[in-house]
């Protein structure tokens, strides 16, 4: 499995492959049209209660990634989905944190290429169709 992870406000690049927004808020200053996003699941971005607690203090970053990987396996149905795209494609998870290696975005990554790298999967097999649908992405704008 090939799964990247990216900065929104970073152009996007056909190597990106799908590209997944995982923040549970949208991101400021970016408009929809303009996120060239596949899709968004702000389901398997942490709750609000964990991510308020956490607000990306490096010091905590062990506790968050624990306390989210426990809620991250309350999300078989889309942990699936996510795992069955990436088998077949490159997969990007989106993230609009500044600290590039203290975000959601890389706990996910890392729980999923932990837990779910393997032949099987230990989530629920259950998958939904629309639940990853690829929308269909605008071309970036040249500059």
């Known amino acids: 499995m090939k799964i990247l992870v990216k900065r ?4 996007a690049d056909q190597s990106d492959g799908l590209r997944v927004l995982v923040d549970r808020l949208w991101p400021r200053g970016i408009a929809k049209s303009d996120a ?9 971005g942490p709750s609000t209660a964990l991510r308020q607690w956490f607000h990306h203090d490096p010091a905590r970053w062990a506790e968050f990634r624990r306390r989210y990987y426990l809620e991250l396996k309350e999300k078989g149905n889309l942990l699936t989905s996510l795992i069955e795209q990436a088998r077949t494609q490159t997969i990007t998870l989106i993230y609009s944190a500044k600290d590039e290696r203290h975000n959601q ?3 996910l990554r890392s729980f999923l290429l932990k837990h779910l790298g393997g032949s099987q999967s230990r989530v629920s097999p259950k998958t939904t169709a629309e639940t990853m649908a690829p929308k269909k992405r605008r071309k970036p704008r040249s500059p």
Not at 8 to 11: F, Q, S
Not at 36 to 44: A, Q, V
């Open 105 to 107: 975005a890389v706990a």
């Open 36 to 44: 060239g996003l596949d899709c968004w699941l702000p389901d398997l």
């Open 8 to 11: 929104i406000y970073e152009p």
